[in-house]
């Protein structure tokens, strides 16, 4: 026996032992290097299997043994993400090429059996999952839904924020795909009665890809959704969020703050991460001490402390959070303030010297203000701490290769408040956008910097109306900077109108 490194990713897919075999007979084929393999052997295990694997390699083998927990680790690592799988994924980068299939025809292929586990072959299975995580990234997709049905399973991919279907497969396949993307999550395949969580890691062309995979059992089978996390997006600079000048001054100087709470506001999926991660890289300079508590950790960022909320060891954001505090912090994110006590603790942070960045969920940037007096927080602590807030969306960017220019008349030119003939542009579709008419999203921002005359109004308890007045007197709001996005040619006028927080509030823009 050899001590070797037990653990490389050059195994053939042909010569893998299946995940059946190898967990059943304690044996894990680890390692081949100059036609001789490296196995390594679950102490306890029977050793005449190793005359099974003998006859199926047809090779020189040597054989470590390994205690019962290092050899489920090894287990669980290995076909997580296995060479075949790694192989697969790294050749469906680029053009989804697969020697002229496409993800139908590796679908037919998938075996019928009931557990992928049990499988002798799951080598279709490997690669229809790495070939829709693949055309998923491809396209630019935020979000993959494998939905099992009565009638078929269903695979769903959200593009610039529209969910599209993709694929539709025989219903008794779901049990096949769904056990195979709980193993490469490393989740429990036994357990089918409760929702899950867990993280894909791989490389796509050249790119690391984080997916993050969400079960939840339904009638049929379980549903899956893949959020894929690109880990480049956690290194945009402010200066690429496409804020306004206006927006992008009030945002810079908040953060050169030494305390005080910043606060960007918006629904699920508008993007409030990635301007936090921004706003983080800017003060990411090595002379600060930035710690984060997240539900979930979206993306690791070098030089930046981040711990992940675990309710069920009662770790929670509060609970989190007062633990950063003790750990000489200069600046603290909070994934999300959702109740008083964090709240409470994040204002009582940014009285002691801290800089607080942090997301509410409200539909407008003084909506945020108003949430926060909701969770009980004292208004004159929250006029004194209060630095900015921000609100944002993201609306679908047209496609420049195939825009069409037409004239703004009737009830559209009257929700924008444009006037009759007003030029403005729709989607076509080409084949540069898949015939969606667009490519890509952009960001669509308000801001309210915290002056002398709001903090009045805060304090004194002043309306949503009152201090939206002010706020916005030479700002502009959420329907204004969606409406410039339409004269600018960046999006349509509908897309302008579903962002808007009220269709008379464009018009009144």
Do not use: W
């Not at 897919?13 to 393999?37: K, Q």
């Not at 995979?213 to 956690?234: C, F, G, Q, W």
């Not at 942070?349 to 007096?373: E, P, Q, Y």
């Amino acid at each position: 026996m050899r001590g070797e490194s037990l653990m490389t990713p050059a195994l053939s897919p042909l010569l893998s032992l299946p995940y059946s075999y190898a967990r059943d007979h304690g044996l894990l084929l680890c390692a081949m290097e100059g036609g001789r393999a490296s196995l390594a052997m679950r102490a306890g295990s029977d050793p005449s299997a190793l005359l099974e694997v003998r006859r199926y390699l047809a090779l020189p083998f040597d054989v470590e043994l390994v205690d019962g927990p290092a050899f489920e680790k090894l287990l669980s690592d290995h076909y997580a993400m296995d060479g075949s799988a790694a192989a697969m994924a790294q050749n469906i980068g680029g053009d989804m090429a697969l020697a002229g299939e496409g993800l139908d025809d590796i679908a037919g292929d998938i075996p019928s059996a009931e557990d992928l586990l049990d499988s002798a072959d799951d080598a279709p299975t490997i690669r229809l999952i790495n070939g829709i995580i693949a055309e998923a990234a491809r396209q630019g997709a935020s979000d993959i839904h494998i939905e099992p049905y009565e009638t078929g399973l269903v695979v769903r991919m959200r593009v610039d924020g529209v969910l599209t279907e993709k694929l539709r497969m025989p219903p008794h396949v779901a049990g096949v795909i769904v056990n195979r993307i709980k193993v490469m999550a490393r989740l429990d395949i036994a357990e089918r009665r409760i929702p899950q969580d867990g993280r894909i890691s791989l490389t796509l062309g050249g790119k690391l890809l984080d997916v993050r995979v969400s079960t939840l059992p339904n009638r049929s089978s379980e549903r899956v959704v893949m959020r894929i996390l690109d880990k480049e997006s956690a290194g945009i600079s402010l200066d690429l969020l496409g804020m306004s000048p206006g927006t992008h001054d009030i945002l810079t100087e908040a953060l050169s703050e030494p305390n005080g709470i910043i606060l960007v506001t918006g629904p699920t999926g508008s993007g409030k991460t990635t301007s936090l991660y921004a706003g983080l890289k800017q003060l990411n300079d090595g002379s600060r001490n930035i710690l984060t508590i997240e539900d979930p950790v979206e993306y690791a960022i070098e030089g930046i402390g981040q711990t992940q909320v675990n309710a069920k060891v009662g770790l929670t954001f509060a609970a989190g959070l007062r633990a950063i505090l003790r750990q000489d912090p200069d600046v603290v994110m909070i994934g999300e303030i959702r109740d008083r006590e964090t709240a409470e603790i994040a204002v009582q942070a940014s009285l002691t010297g801290h800089l607080v960045l942090s997301t509410v969920h409200t539909n407008d940037a003084v909506g945020a203000i108003t949430r926060m007096r909701d969770m009980k927080v004292e208004p004159f602590l929250l006029a004194s701490t209060l630095r900015a807030v921000v609100a944002q969306r993201l609306v679908r960017k047209l496609c420049p290769e195939c825009r069409t220019p037409i004239q703004a008349d009737g009830s559209l030119a009257s929700l924008l408040g444009f006037d009759n003939g007003t030029v403005v542009y729709r989607e076509t579709g080409c084949e540069a956008c898949n015939q969606t008419g667009f490519q890509g999203r952009i960001g669509v921002f308000e801001a309210i910097r915290i002056d002398d005359t709001l903090r009045k109004l805060i304090n004194d308890g002043g309306d949503e109306a009152a201090i939206t007045a002010h706020a916005f007197r030479n700002q502009p709001n959420l329907g204004t900077a969606a409406r410039d996005l339409v004269l600018e040619g960046l999006t349509t006028a509908e897309e302008a109108i579903r962002i808007s927080r009220r269709e008379s509030e464009v018009a009144d823009a």
